[in-house]
Nanobody
Framework: QVQLVESGGGLVQAGDSLRLSCAAS????????MAWFRQAPGKEREFVAA????????YYADSVVGRFTISRDNAKNTMYLQMNSLRPEDTAIYYC??????????????????WGQGTQVTVSS
């Protein structure tokens, strides 16, 4: 069965860095645009970053531009999110997702077809 599994979350101090990974099984991610979303307690899930099938195009939420970098290694069937200069407001559960219908980069949650269970990122001040 298709599965996306996030890892790499943890508790860090403001200004620190983390790298999240999303490992896929049951499908080859090379055919799909992918994205990261996050959800803080009591808030709705929000878009973070997206990446095209080959990794040549990326798209970021304004809140993370210059701090986060999305990437992928299709040979390893894995997507990554490098997070630098972390802030307390980055605290959330981070989810990876795949869009099976289009290679156009977008932030529309409803258009992503597969989701992982999330990994917790907590940034202390």
């Amino acid at each position: 069965q298709v599965q996306l599994v996030e890892s790499g979350g943890g508790l860090v101090q403001a200004g620190d860095s983390l790298r999240l990974s999303c490992a896929a099984s049951g499908l080859s991610i090379s055919w799909f645009a992918m994205a990261w979303f996050r959800q803080a307690p009591g808030k709705e899930r929000e878009f973070v970053a997206a990446i095209s099938r080959g990794g040549g195009s990326t798209y970021y939420a304004d809140s993370v531009v210059g701090r986060f970098t999305i990437s992928r290694d299709n040979a390893k069937n894995t997507m990554y999110l490098q997070m630098n200069s972390l802030r307390p407001e980055d605290t959330a559960i981070y989810y990876c997702s795949a869009d099976t219908s289009s290679n156009n980069l977008h932030s529309s949650l409803r258009r992503y077809d597969y989701w992982g269970q999330g990994t917790q990122v907590t940034v202390s001040s």
